[in-house]
């Protein structure tokens, strides 16, 4: 998909929600919305407050960057929580104005014991179904993932585990954290962390309850740096991945152990971006009984 075949008129007009809205890829994509598809209505974006910071201070730091205007508008929420928190003249405003749903938000810690990362990620996506699926007058959703890393090769198809992701929820909802923690590297099995597990059994949700409907996953693999838009090298926030390479470029340091046959695959955010836009525009323009999955990387390969 080229950006500049999707048709700037797709957007305007529409009301458009993001989840993550506050994130590195969240406020990329919102800014090329701006500046690309100046017609769009509004923009709604779902913050959730923090212990120490208010949604209205969330938000003000995101709307005193200059490239983001009016038409951009917070609502609190809170996707780890029953039907994301929202008040219900919120929830009415956003099922009677929202056309296009874009789902980024997702707790990216590796780290993460299961519960929690299952609670956000899986039960996140599936609160955003439902909202979706209750929308007045739906045109896509396209949700966000990163997964399969188990995987030398992946395809643009969603992948099963061999545990049901209603089985998992269930045992993070009953079991208690001790009991979790005890079976998580049985249930992990080939699965390198609990972030990468968790967005695949999100994925499964996605496709199982949104068949026969315009909806797409875009799987980007590491995401970087901008190399263009909005201007060369943009970042946010730095990252694990971004972190090194400050560290590794201002000297501090010079050597790491890695492992000869590992792939670096990074994609810089603005093709994640344009991938994401594109998407909601191409999956209205070429609806399937399947969920399509888009993957967007660098397509990284190992040296010889």
Avoid at 12 to 26: H, R
Avoid at 63 to 71: A, E, F, H, N, R
Avoid at 102 to 128: I, M, Y
Wanted: with cysteine; glycine share 4%; hydrophobic share 40%.
């Amino acid at each position: 998909m080229n950006k500049t075949n999707c048709p700037e008129k797709f957007y305007a007009g529409s009301g458009i929600l993001a989840t993550g809205a506050t994130g590195f890829l969240g406020v990329g994509v919102m800014e090329e919305l701006i500046r690309l598809c100046p017609r769009v209505a509004a923009i709604f974006i779902l913050i959730r407050p923090r212990t120490n910071e208010t949604m209205e201070q969330r938000f003000k730091k995101i709307i005193d960057d200059p490239v983001l205007s009016s038409k951009v508008y917070p609502v609190k929420s809170d996707v780890s929580l029953p039907d994301l928190s929202l008040l219900r003249e919120d929830r009415n405003l956003l099922l009677q104005k929202v056309n296009i749903l874009f789902h980024v938000a997702a707790t990216a810690r590796f780290n993460e014991p299961l519960h929690v990362a299952v609670n956000v990620n899986t039960n996140g996506t599936a609160r955003v179904v439902e909202l979706w699926n209750e929308l007045r007058h739906p045109i896509s959703f396209v949700s966000t993932a990163f997964s399969n890393a188990n995987l030398y090769e992946i395809e643009e198809k969603v992948y099963t585990t061999s545990l049901k992701p209603s089985e998992v929820v269930y045992m993070c909802d009953k079991f208690d954290k001790t009991s979790i923690n005890q079976i998580e590297k049985k249930i992990l099995k080939t699965y390198p962390n609990t972030y990468t597990f968790s967005k695949n059994l999100a994925e499964q949700i996605v496709a199982s309850k949104c068949k026969d409907l315009p909806v797409a996953i875009v799987r980007p693999s590491i995401i970087g740096v901008s190399l263009k838009e909005p201007c060369p090298g943009w970042i946010q926030v730095t990252s694990a991945l971004t972190d090194v390479f400050l560290l590794v470029s201002r000297g501090c340091v010079t050597a790491m152990r890695c492992r000869r046959d590992a792939r670096l695959d990074v994609v810089p955010v603005n093709f994640v971006v344009d991938t994401i836009i594109c998407t909601a525009w191409h999956v209205t323009l070429h609806r399937d009984r399947e969920v399509k999955v888009y993957n967007c990387t660098s397509n990284a390969r190992p040296f010889k």
